[in-house]
Nanobody, 129 residues
Framework: QVQLVESGGRWVQPGNSLRLSCVLS????????MGWFRQAPGKEREFVAS????????DYTQPVKDRFTIYRDNAKNTVYLRLDSLKPEDTAVYYC??????????????????????WGQGTQVTVSS
């Protein structure tokens, strides 16, 4: 059974940086496309970023494209989300998600919640002064 465990969320002041981590167990990590979503209070869960099986290709939502970086270490079964220049509007619970890539290529970067099969419990990021 695939399990995802996120870590790294905490309170930070605006302009600072964080790195979130998500470890996958119970599956062959290198066969999964990975993603990060976030959900702020009173709002729907929204896509943040996703990365292909190899880590070569990534996709981002426009508001974070120049500030966040998704990358993965297949040897450590871990996907990361680097958050730079954080803003108060980045405050949310951040969720890691995984889906088995059965496309046969390395271009699969899903960006909708329904495309992902497995989810972590989330880690809270709070940005305020």
């Amino acid at each position: 059974q695939v399990q995802l465990v996120e870590s790294g969320g905490r309170w930070v002041q605006p302009g600072n940086s964080l790195r979130l981590s998500c470890v996958l167990s119970g599956g062959t990590f290198s066969t999964y496309a990975m993603g990060w979503f976030r959900q702020a209070p009173g709002k729907e869960r929204e896509f943040v970023a996703s990365v292909t099986r190899s880590g070569y290709y990534a996709d981002y939502t426009q508001p974070v494209k120049d500030r966040f970086t998704i990358y993965r270490d297949n040897a450590k079964n871990t996907v990361y989300l680097r958050l730079d220049s954080l803003k108060p509007e980045d405050t949310a619970v951040y969720y890691c998600a995984a889906v088995l890539d059965e496309t046969g290529s390395d271009y699969y970067t899903p960006n909708m919640p329904a495309q992902f099969r497995h989810w972590g419990q989330g880690t809270q990021v709070t940005v305020s002064s």
